[in-house]
């Protein structure tokens, strides 16, 4: 089955700074990368997300890259502001009946 | 518009004892899905839904049953409750298949002693 790495567990940053997250997978077939949000004590919540066919999408101040030949993808946010603290998920999907592998989570501590 | 809807929030169970904990959806979505959270590991899948009328084991099965009773429900059940089923419970459902945005529930935190 689809196997997904998450790195790094922990990412402390100042206001102000970027912030990348990355992961890798282990099925060069999965072609859906979404990106999960889940602040403290809340539900996880989509952000962001892509497809196989598309090297690299933005919305605002996040943006994801996906590099299908090396089996990576990463979550770039810039400018980064107190309320994007929280624990992100990645995740890589095969489609159709395939269920979704995640990431085991990064914490994201944006200090003012 | 709910969304997902999970009862109930919180939960204490002693050893031994049984629970259902419910979802229901009203997005129309074919899959459900049911994961457990627990520190450092991530969302990790129990059971899901591909759509009404099938179920399927995902990564932690053991101890956990579902039932889909309906293209809107999912409910799992723990039959003999365990101290390492402490968890966060989240259900989930996706339009269809895996390759769509997959919606949350508010999480159920449920406490074995």
């Known amino acids: 089955g689809e196997n997904v790495e998450q790195h790094p567990s922990t990412l402390s940053v100042q206001e102000g700074d970027s912030a990348v997250i990355k992961c890798t997978y282990s099925?060069?077939?999965?072609?859906?990368f979404p990106w999960y949000k889940q602040e403290l004590g809340k539900r996880p919540q989509l952000i962001i997300d892509?497809?196989?066919?598309?090297g690299e999408k933005k919305d605002q101040r996040i943006a994801v890259t996906l590099n299908k030949t090396a089996k990576h993808f990463s979550l770039h946010i810039t400018e980064t502001q107190p309320e994007d603290s929280a624990v992100y998920f990645c995740?890589?999907?095969?489609?159709?009946?395939?269920?979704?592998?995640f990431g085991r989570g990064t914490s994201l501590i944006v200090h003012p | 518009n709910a969304g997902v809807t999970q009862t109930p929030k919180f939960q204490v169970l002693k050893t031994g004892q049984s629970m259902t904990l419910q979802c229901a959806q009203d997005?129309?979505?074919?899959?459900m899905y049911w994961y457990r959270q627990d520190p450092g590991m991530g969302l990790r899948l129990i059971y899901y839904?591909?759509?009404?009328?099938?179920?399927d084991k995902g990564e932690v099965p053991n101890g956990y049953n579902v039932s889909r009773l309906n293209k809107r429900e999912f409910s799992l059940r723990l039959e003999s409750a365990a101290p390492s089923q402490t968890s966060v419970y989240f259900c989930?459902?996706?339009?269809?298949?895996?390759?769509?945005?997959?919606?949350f529930g508010q999480g159920t935190r449920l406490t074995v002693v």
């Open positions: 892509i497809r196989s066919n598309v």
């Open positions: 995740a890589a999907s095969l489609g159709g009946s395939y269920i979704p592998t």
């Open positions: 099925d060069s077939a999965s072609n859906y």
């Open positions: 997005m129309n979505h074919n899959s």
């Open positions: 839904s591909a759509s009404e009328g099938t179920t």
């Open positions: 989930a459902s996706s339009l269809t298949g895996s390759d769509t945005e997959a919606f």
